[in-house]
T-cell receptor, first 114, second 114 residues
Framework: KAGVTQTPRYLIKTRGQQVTLSCSPI?????VSWYQQTPGQGLQFLFE???????NKGNFPGRFSGRQFSNSRSEMNVSTLELGDSALYLC?????????????FGSGTRLTVV | AQSVTQLGSHVSVSEGALVLLRCNYS??????LFWYVQYPNQGLQLLLK??????LVKGINGFEAEFKKSETSFHLTKPSAHMSDAAEYFC????????????FGTGTRLTIIP
């Protein structure tokens, strides 16, 4: 069974640009969550989508946005990139409930902003 | 609100020795607790989780953890360390219900000494 697929794996962008990251969850999983991992702040929750609706949101500025499509695939977008947005962005999918089923994480997209 | 504290950012043990990684939590509601492992350049893999029921939880790769409400702890142990256990380990908490997100600790890097 295929795992969570994130594309691209690596990305280099310039300050001020925008970027879109993609996540394909495990087949049948309806919940997709996004996390940012940095050496300074650790792992921080960005947002969670369930059946195309944002169900939870973390404390990130409005430059960070996401969406989920009818096939459960999700994208996150970061506009007006800042140097501090350099991070590993992890996507996680769950069948339904984190509590009941846990997450399966993808390998991440490493974003470098120069 | 929930939080976790991982004691010791770096832990070194000899191959074959006991592994003990410490995690204390704070939660205003009954917590759901998780341990994840991250290998270099990879995403997070679920080792084990506690939701309700038995307080001693067995996970993959010989790891286990015990939920102790009186001590607000959820320490991770493995009787005999193997070289392949070298990785970073994260403890995480969720409030469950509508709070479908993980709050992670800062991580503990485990080094195995041959």
């Amino acid at each position: 069974k295929a795992g969570v697929t994130q594309t691209p794996r690596y990305l280099i962008k310039t300050r001020g640009q925008q970027v879109t990251l993609s996540c394909s969850p495990i087949s049948g999983h309806r919940s997709v969550s996004w996390y940012q991992q940095t050496p300074g702040q650790g792992l921080q929750f960005l947002f969670e989508y369930f059946s195309e609706t944002q169900r939870n949101k973390g404390n990130f500025p409005g430059r960070f946005s996401g969406r989920q499509f009818s096939n459960s695939r999700s994208e996150m977008n970061v506009s007006t990139l800042e140097l501090g947005d350099s991070a590993l962005y992890l996507c996680a999918s769950s069948l339904d409930s984190l509590t009941n089923y846990g997450y399966t994480f993808g390998s991440g997209t490493r974003l470098t902003v120069v | 609100a929930q939080s976790v504290t991982q004691l010791g950012s770096h832990v070194s043990v000899s191959e074959g020795a006991l592994v003990l990684l410490r995690c204390n939590y704070s939660s205003s509601v009954p917590p759901y607790l998780f341990w994840y492992v991250q290998y270099p350049n990879q995403g997070l893999q679920l080792l084990l989780k506690y939701t309700t029921g038995a307080t001693l939880v067995k996970g993959i790769n010989g790891f286990e953890a015990e939920f102790k409400k009186s001590e607000t702890s959820f320490h991770l142990t493995k009787p005999s360390a193997h070289m392949s256990d070298a990785a970073e380990y994260f403890c995480a908490v969720s409030g469950g219900g509508l709070d479908e997100k993980l709050t992670f600790g800062t991580g503990t890097r485990l080094t195995i000494i041959p």
